[in-house]
């Protein structure tokens, strides 16, 4: 009878010392997928659009690939994981939100189409934007987590 406790109580105890990791993470960003999901496709758009709105440089930059583009809703186009960084460090954009809804995600093997609604508000160039648009980011599966390699912005006239 001993034992079952003692074996309870020890149990019961590395329970409780690895559910916060499991919950809240370690802070070392470690990824508990073992390949690409839908899930953590979606899981990865939103940390990516988290970290926009919390103007987050190295969280950006960190979920960005190096290749990465992003179409604007004018038919611009920026290139590289620094175009956003450089923006918010310099003053050129600051983010005040930056909110995804109505995910539509579809895997193809190690990529990832996540497309939302986006509503975002900030300032850009020195003056106030508060837009919604239809946005697509092509993610692509390496070294174990998703990279954006893509991102296309449509402007919603009539949210």
Not at 30 to 37: E, H
Not at 69 to 94: C, D, K, Q, R, W
């Amino acid at each position: 009878m001993t034992i079952h406790v003692n074996g309870f109580i020890v149990a019961a105890i590395a329970g409780m010392l690895l559910t916060p990791a499991k919950m809240f993470g370690d802070g070392r960003n470690i990824k508990l997928s073992t390949g690409p999901t839908a899930e953590n496709a979606l899981a990865a758009d939103q940390q990516l659009a988290l970290a926009l709105q919390n103007n987050d440089t190295l969280g950006i930059y960190r979920m960005l690939h190096k290749d990465w583009a992003v179409i604007s809703t004018h038919g611009g186009v920026g290139e590289g994981p620094s175009v956003f960084p450089s923006g918010i460090n310099s003053g050129y954009l600051t983010r005040k939100t930056m909110e995804i809804s109505e995910p539509r995600v579809r895997l193809y093997g190690n990529i990832a189409l996540v497309t939302t609604k986006a509503k975002t508000s900030g300032m850009f160039q020195g003056k106030p934007f508060d837009v919604v648009e239809r946005q697509t980011d092509v993610l692509r599966w390496e070294d174990g987590g998703w990279k954006c390699i893509l991102t296309q912005e449509s402007n919603l006239l009539n949210p």
